[in-house]
């Protein structure tokens, strides 16, 4: 039979011979179901456009359940309104895949379309911070820069210690990777089209380097260290990765991760610090 056969040949009671086609749309939708399971979730999008039948298909809540993480069902259960059977799986990826915040609105989760993994930002907000409360020392500044709109900038201090922590129930089993968001200098405007920072008030961070801390109730434990030195522009410091595995959230105490930064070396004071947010992102 030639690979350009394009149909199949059906004898009638006539004896005549004619051929039978059978296009896209006569697929069964159970049958396209089962294709589009073995797509990532933008491909099962485009297929969806193609008619009725891989429209139907690419809505199959077990298409779509295999793209989900392990943990979907206790995150749509904290994230999302109603129960993860009551929604459809398809909804549960798609909502799941918008920013959604929790904890008050000073941290965020969002899942990378692509790849279904769990993405988390976290504002200084959610943070202990030494001082954060004494406009001597810090200034809480409103800025389009930063998803949550607003950033800490710190003046001056001579003591600079920065705490926080988070559940590790929000993430599937993984690794992933912590930073610090953080800039020297303070973001005043843009001037024909670039962005414009003042530095006056940065002084002391290439004294002594920034510690950088991280651990996990499981006894992980990283610690790295780094001078802060490039200037007037947002950059991602590296604190450390850690592992998430099936058992870290089965356990009957809440796991958690801890991390922190700190410079407290009171010989020097340092300033002209802004302060966004935390990232964790899978690798």
Not at 48 to 73: C, G, H, I, Q, T
Not at 200 to 209: A, Y
Not at 239 to 266: E, L, P, R, W, Y
Not at 271 to 280: A, M, P, Q
Request: overall charge neutral; proline content about 4%; some cysteine.
């Amino acid at each position: 039979m030639g690979a350009g056969f394009s149909g199949f040949v059906a004898e009638g009671s006539g004896g005549d011979q004619t051929p039978w086609k059978q296009g896209l749309g006569e697929m069964p939708e159970s049958c396209v179901a089962l294709v589009l399971a073995h797509l990532d979730p933008p491909q099962i999008c485009k297929m969806a456009l193609v008619n009725r039948a891989f429209r139907l298909a690419s809505s199959a809540d077990f298409v779509w359940e295999s793209k989900l993480p392990e943990n979907y069902r206790s995150l749509a259960q904290m994230l999302l309104d109603g129960s993860p059977d009551q929604l459809a799986k398809k909804d549960i990826y798609a909502r799941l895949c918008r920013p959604n915040r929790f904890d008050g609105g000073t941290k965020e989760l969002w899942m990378d379309k692509t790849s279904g993994r769990i993405c988390v930002s976290i504002s200084w907000k959610a943070l202990k911070i030494t001082g954060i409360d004494d406009r001597r020392y810090w200034n809480h500044i409103p800025t389009y820069e930063s998803r949550f709109h607003t950033i800490a900038y710190l003046q001056q201090i001579w003591w600079l210690e920065v705490d926080g922590s988070l559940d590790l129930d929000y993430f599937p089993s993984g690794t992933y990777s912590l930073f610090f968001r953080l800039q020297l200098g303070r973001t005043t405007g843009k001037w024909l089209g670039r962005r414009v920072c003042n530095l006056d008030q940065v002084h002391g961070w290439d004294i002594k380097p920034v510690r950088f801390q991280l651990s996990t109730s499981q006894g992980h434990h990283t610690m790295s260290q780094c001078y802060l030195i490039q200037q007037g522009e947002w950059l991602l410091y590296h604190v450390g990765d850690f592992s998430v595995t099936s058992s870290s959230s089965s356990s009957n105490s809440a796991a958690t991760i801890k991390f922190s930064m700190m410079q407290i070396d009171c010989t020097h004071t340092k300033g002209g610090l802004c302060l966004d947010s935390v990232l964790i992102l899978p690798q």
